[in-house]
Nanobody
Framework: QVRLVESGGGSVQPGGSLRLSCAAS????????MGWYRQAPGEQRELVAT???????NYAGSVKGRFTISGDRAKNTVYLQMNSLKPEDTAVYYC?????????????WGQGTQVTVSS
């Protein structure tokens, strides 16, 4: 089985910064790409940013220029650097990985980490 574990969430004032991490662990798996999604109360889960194994990135318009996604392939880890945070960034942030395990490609999700932006 493959497991994703997120860390780095917390509370911050508007204009502050946080860095999220997501590490994939397991045996005999490979990753095609990873990404971050978020879900605010009463809202649908939405894409924040994704990164491919080749390093290509994609961002939601609402975070472009403020958030940066990066990855460490050797550690099977993806990061999300969040700067200039706004109250509307408050949500549970989830990591997703497209993983090949047992010969099958599937999407795996982390348990989520809370980010709260408030004065």
């Amino acid at each position: 089985q493959v497991r994703l574990v997120e860390s780095g969430g917390g509370s911050v004032q508007p204009g502050g910064s946080l860095r999220l991490s997501c590490a994939a662990s397991g045996r005999r798996f490979s990753i095609n790409g990873m990404g971050w999604y978020r879900q605010a109360p009463g809202e649908q889960r939405e894409l924040v940013a994704t990164i491919t194994t080749a390093g290509s990135t994609n961002y939601a318009g609402s975070v472009k220029g403020r958030f940066t996604i990066s990855g460490d392939r050797a550690k099977n880890t993806v990061y999300l650097q969040m700067n200039s945070l706004k109250p509307e960034d408050t949500a549970v942030y989830y990591c997703k990985a497209n993983v090949r395990y047992g010969g099958i490609w599937s999407d795996y999700w982390g348990q989520g980490t809370q980010v709260t932006v408030s004065s």
